[in-house]
C-alpha cells in the first residue's frame, strides 16, 4: 500500500486488491455490528458515511474482479 498527500485535505491511495477487500470486510462488519445509535461515537464516522465509503470500496472491487 502507498499513501500520499494531494491536493487540500486528500490522498491518493495505491492499494492491493486483498488489502481493500480487508477494509471492505471491516466497514461492513462495523455497519452489521455496531448500533445506530453508537455508531457515530464509535467509528467517528456517521453510519450513512461508511455506507457511502463501503458503496465506493465494492465498486472499486467489482471493477477488477
Known sequence: MKIEKGASDLFI?????DDLRIINNCINDAIDL?????FGTRVGATL????A???????ALRKVE
Open 53 to 59: 465509503l463501503l458503496d465506493i470500496i465494492q465498486g
Open 13 to 17: 491511495i495505491e492499494i492491493a486488491r
Open 34 to 38: 455496531i448500533s445506530s445509535k453508537e
Open 48 to 51: 450513512e458515511e461508511a455506507e
